[in-house]
């Protein structure tokens, strides 16, 4: 019997997955099947490999990893002292209700599904997208893709069930693009992951409609740790998308995830993300792609929620011609820090990169972007070009920029850069002038300000977006 | 590259050739007024530890460069004191030459300017002639930038510097030029420079450090200038040790209500070179505008910080730092500018241009912001580019070599920098010294 603990009296009128915050804050209470119970030692990387069934060399790389995370000290000496708030020991890293995702809506047990339908997320995959999966807490609950994009040779699944479906494919990627050691928060997560999705592309496919994963947190106290691999084999195309809730708990929660995405020649990979955790999840995810010989990997990460975000997707440019880009926006309202950024390493000849970032402080927000662009020796004709905007809309509210650029050698053009701003007086004069209210004119010109960057979201997104920020402006001039 | 760094090096309490048996041996030759500071100075350093891999105020340092073995303090000089005939290319004679951190000879100031009140002195001579001032003004701004021990080291072992003091209300129209210069293999020098600019004065100064001969040295100084309200400094340091020499040189400028800073920096010298500048905005109308141009060849490292704090409303800074790379030199700027929660109205700019003139040299920029007030204006830009090839081919073509016409680029490159002097003759002089250096 599951009781509904709501905190929201209005419904929103159209929920697209994960970009409405109010719209995810309400949870199910639960009963778990699996629960690896509070705090982190061997016998949690046990539990949860064994209820996995795995494999002995996933054993080890788990229980290898959970050593090189108690090794590594946090990075408090760079990033923000609020990570000492997190109590690694009060935290549980593995609930679910069973290791197999169900293939429709009608299988997925009746809380579970009532969630995801709150979400609008079955209504959704109706309308435009060619598969979801959907991970409640640590397993993915439902996890389905339609036949005709399947029939192409696409693979798309849960990494638990990739892991034991496809090792060859599994094994040759798992791992190569994050190595464990990279940071502590990706030798956390190889510890202890537990779904995220796992997709091949065969060559030459071009996925028409975007596949989409939706992660949901319910239980307080709780470490969501998926871990996502993405292959795009030769000349083949891909649209991925990720939206995120949780419920407010008055208690830290913790989401550390990995992706890494593999674009093989010509390859093209497109990564959404919209981030919309509740403001009591730190959120601190690895997420890198490696780009071989004309392919192309383009993040559009938009972050809105959690305490702290420390999220840098990068683009290793490994093959000739390859081209890494990353789009940025973030909104960080009273609370809240949004550290982002990108992170481009040029290891080719020709190799070009992209950084646009966006950023909005509201009240006594903080944003943050924090990029590294390397180009090291020997190469020629590499470019990255890097902007950074951000807008300040109250007195008190906060902004950063903590750019890292190394050049070598003299065949390459690289630039940067940013400004802080707040809205102009002139605009909402004018706007004013004409009828409009103040707050419908702040809301306006920052529209104004995140719209070109918000165009290239697909449509459900960018609506939603618009509104949000409609949303999040209200009752913050003045 | 790791955004996340990986291991914590452990920080090991070096202290070098400054070992306190050397400190106590600094101290009988110093005047004993001087002897609580220093001391309690020679603690701060002897207990800080060496900057570390992790320490975000030194990433991309070579740190290992900075060991401080095998120098002498205190040494004496032996080259007879040649420095006046490497001075700056302008009119004015140098007031105080310094050799190996004493004072070996000096120009007295024009009657008009004594008459007015101007000082131009040694620190041992200000302690004397105006104590109070120098208590309120030496040594007294925070470091921010990560050279907490060397700063220390610096106040420890320093032997002499100069002291300029322009009253309330004086303009002085001559530039006022400073000598500070080095002999002998190993040695280690202390330079300093306190100018103190009282409200609606006006003055220039020119520090000159150089080595009288090639051996490598090493220089660690301080220069900090003082602008009162509505005064205006106008400052540059010529550092050109010899290519052997390490140097360390900390600034710190305090900008006053309606005052106005420029200062120059010109790296041309040095083995391997850190220059920390801090600029604080404390009354609105302020404004400081820091400038550098580094030529950086060989296998030489330039190690450029710099801060920007605007801590009163209406308050402005901009910083334009130009590096031209060649052979396998490395570079590293990292400036920061922060707007402090009340300082609405601030204008700040930062930005760092790096031309690369071979494969092999490494650019490193870290251009960093840290705003707390909404109502500002602050931008920043960092490029790294080669030679425009158009540019390169038009000289070319009308038959210049290319080594001439590196030059010439590099000379318009830097030119947006040197325009920005409003001295004919001092821009005149600069570019000398950087020709020379490039015939070195």
Known sequence: MSEITDTLETTMENPVAGIDQSNGNFKYDMTYDFDAGTGLNERTVDYISSVKKEAQWIHEFRQSALKTFFAKPLPTHWASKDLENINFDKIRYYLSQGQKPKRTWDEVPDDIKRTFERLGIPEQERKFLAGVEAQFDSEAAYSNIKEAVSKQGVIFMNSTEGLREHPEIFRKFFGKVIPTSDNKFSALNSAVFSGGSFIYVPPGV?????????FRINAENFGQFERTLIICDEGSELTYMEGCTAPKFSTATLHSAVVELVALKGAKIQYITVQNWSSNVFNLVTKRGLAHEESEIKWIDCNIGS?????????VLKGRKARGEVISIALANDGQHQDTGAKMVHAADETTSTVVSKSISVGQGRATYRGVVHIPRHLKGCK??????????????RTDTYPAITVRGDRHAVQHEASVSKVSAEQIFYMQQRGLTEGQAMSLSVNGFVNDLARQFPMEYSVELKRLIDLEMEGSVG | MALVSTDTAVAVPHVGSFTSAAF??????????????????YERFAALPMPTRTDESWRFSTISGFKLDGFVPDAPDLSGAKAAQVAFAIAAEPTLIFVNGRLASRNPLPESLSSRGVVVSTLSEAARTNPE?????????????????????????IADGAFVHV?????VTEPIVLIHSASGAGTAVFPHTLVIAEDNSKVTVVDHFLSNDQFGQFACGANDLYAGHGAKITYTAAQCWSLES???QFNSTVVRRDARVQSLNLHLGAKQARHESLSQLQAPGGFSEMLALTVASGSREFDQRTLQIHQAPNTKSDLLYKNALLDKSRTIFSGLIIVDPDAQKTDAYQSNRNLMLSEDAESNSLPGLEIQANDVRCTHGATSAPIDADQAFYLK????????????????FFEDVLSRLESEELHSAIRDLIRKRFAR
């Open chain 1, 206 to 214: 071009k996925v028409s409609h975007p596949l989409q994963a939706y």
């Open chain 1, 307 to 315: 305490r702290l975000t420390m999220k840098y997707p990068g683009v």
């Open chain 1, 384 to 397: 990255n070009n890097t902007e950074c905007d951000a807008l300040l809309i109250n007195t008190n509210s």
């Open chain 2, 24 to 41: 106590e041996k600094h101290l009988s030759g110093s005047p004993s007024w001087w002897h609580a500071r220093k001391r309690a100075a």
């Open chain 2, 133 to 157: 001032l120098l208590r309120e003004h030496f040594m007294a701004q925070p470091q921010k930038l990560g050279s907490a021990k060397f700063a220390a080291l610096h106040e420890a072992f």
């Open chain 2, 167 to 171: 009253p309330r209300g004086v303009e």
């Open chain 2, 246 to 248: 390490l140097s360390m």
């Open chain 2, 397 to 412: 073509s009308r038959g210049i070599p290319e080594k001439a016409a590196h030059e010439l680029l590099i000379f318009g």
